[in-house]
């Protein structure tokens, strides 16, 4: 076994910073050559049983070898389920970016996004996060209040107005009493903000190390697993919030990875309530409702006040593994359950008892994510969860058990192996593109043929003087049909005439095809972007006629050659990107 990489030692997200991947395009989309979203690898499809929606989700390269793993290019996507792109956000964020939404902030539909660095040792980020409009422009960069760098994790807009995000604080203090040596010395306080997003006033700060001692963790100091507490970059990260919501009755719902603990933080004081899970549970945990290392906690049920003799509901995603991601185990990891499970947990406070109401298993009993993940319930009923470092989606029904009724891999080919994905969410989204309409026009490549994406009408001929139009519109949901337009000249008799025809959108990128009279030559091709009622949105530039470009071969998932995965996933062989796609269209060129 060939000696780990300085970068498989590391936790998630410390890729990011390993990796010095260049910007890679594919040619998914002829109109749009210079992107490359992921390719949704679908083996449930939805079959008309999922909720109305699109994918939200911001999936990054996984760790290790350079240029080994997806996706070519990290940044926030809308997608359909059919996997199709609605929005790259690819060129939107400068830096990394995740737990990518949709949410409304005093009356409008926004979008937002964690936008920052990573620390390459803890997996914790340090930045802000970014709102967009419908537009897709920037309105608002929220920092954390009294100067400091929010963390990555959570981020919710509560009542269209305010937010509630984590820090992540390492302080020096005596550690002795948990096991530590005189130079261990660095833990970290799990701080978390509710900021009015307007004015970034900070309204509410909680931090762990006033109310949840060391001592509740599920990883010890003397262990290492979660620091070792040499240093403000090791600092012992004993509790590790990553999930913060509040609830009607002014109380805050906390997830502590690092203790295996939910908590109710007291929104006026700061104490703890209640603790479900971990060292010190306030419940008597039923059947199968222990969890460990979870992500996502939410309230099901309200979240109204709720006096002491009724039952409150929440769902949270159940990792029940901790243990760095490339590793392959060994002492270090811990196991509570073969795989990862989502989870609705009924809380009795008259009884104290905690108990399972339903359970959401992966596809085959096979997904165990070490790291991330996230579990979001449907208007409908259904139950979104995103398992984390295994860079996959699943959608479940909740009517007959819990059904999966879509699966899929954020990525296909290679590509796949290792991506990974904070969280997933479903949303429906209206945006408008900032961008100009992208069309490519050219004429077919000889022996007919026009790509796997052309709209090929029956008894249309391919000939010479034929032209594939591809027309896309990065973010747009509203246009309806394209119009084409474009000046046909007769070869003959040199007689210039007008045409146009509307052609019904497709999808992210429409295929069209022009076919004159024989020898005649078209020119200065324009679309027109048709919404509701016949409305113009916008207007391409006019664009001439091409020949079809070698390189604009369809998209083919990528195979892993010359090197075998293993569950881990890393060899360290050949990078792979040179055997790929991108090597089937240089022999082309030939
Ligand atoms: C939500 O915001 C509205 C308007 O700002 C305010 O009246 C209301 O009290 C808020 N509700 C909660 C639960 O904070
Ligand atoms: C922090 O501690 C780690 C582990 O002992 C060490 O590798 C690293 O260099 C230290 N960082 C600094 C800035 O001293
Ligand atoms: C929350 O804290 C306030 C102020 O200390 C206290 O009056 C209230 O009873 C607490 N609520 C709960 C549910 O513990
Ligand atoms: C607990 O989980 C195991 C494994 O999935 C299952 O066989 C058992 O039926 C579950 N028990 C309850 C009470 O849910
Ligand atoms: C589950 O197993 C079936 C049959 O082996 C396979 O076709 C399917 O792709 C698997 N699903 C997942 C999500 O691994
Ligand atoms: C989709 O995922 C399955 C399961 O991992 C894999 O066997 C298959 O090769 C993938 N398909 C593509 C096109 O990448
Ligand atoms: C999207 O809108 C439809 C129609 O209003 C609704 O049924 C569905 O639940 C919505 N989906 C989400 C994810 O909010």
Known sequence: MPAPTRCQALTWLAAATCLL??????????????????HLNITIPCDGRCEAGYLFVAPFTGYADPVDHGPLQAAPYILTDEGDLVWSGFTYFSTWSGNFQAARWRGRDVLFSFEGAHNSLHGHGHGHHTFLDQDYQTIRELRAGHNMLSDKHEFIVLNETTALFQIYHPIQMDLSAYG????QTWIVDARFQEVDIETGKVLFEWRSLDWASPDETALPLPLGQAGIGHNSSTAWDYFHINSITKGDDGHYLVSARHASTVLKVNGTDGSVIWRLGGHKSDFELGPNVTFGFQHHARYLSGGDPVPLSTTEVISLFDNSV????SAGGGDKEVHLFPWSRGKYIELDHAAKKATLVKTFHPPNHSILAKSQGSLQTLPRGNALINWGSE?????????????????????SGFLQDKLQNYRAFRYNWTGFSPETIAVVAEHPRPGGGGGAQLDYHEGDQVDSSAVNVYVSWNGDTVTKSWRLSWSQEDSSTAVVTQHAREYKRTGFETAMRIQPSTRALVSGVRVEAIGDHGRVLSVSDPVE????????????PRERKGASASFDGHNNQQPLLAVGGRAVRGNIFK
Request: charged residues 15%; without cysteine.
């Open 21 to 38: 991947q260049p910007v890679q395009a594919d040619g998914t989309y002829r109109s749009r050559p210079d992107l490359s979203p992921p």
């Open 180 to 183: 530590g040596t005189p130079e």
């Open 322 to 325: 901790y243990g760095s991601e």
């Open 391 to 411: 860079g996959q989606i699943t959608e479940f029904s909740t009517e007959a058990g819990e059904q999966p009724i879509f699966h899929a891999f954020l990525d």
């Open 545 to 556: 006629v091409g020949p079809a470009a070698p390189w604009t071969q369809p998209w083919q």
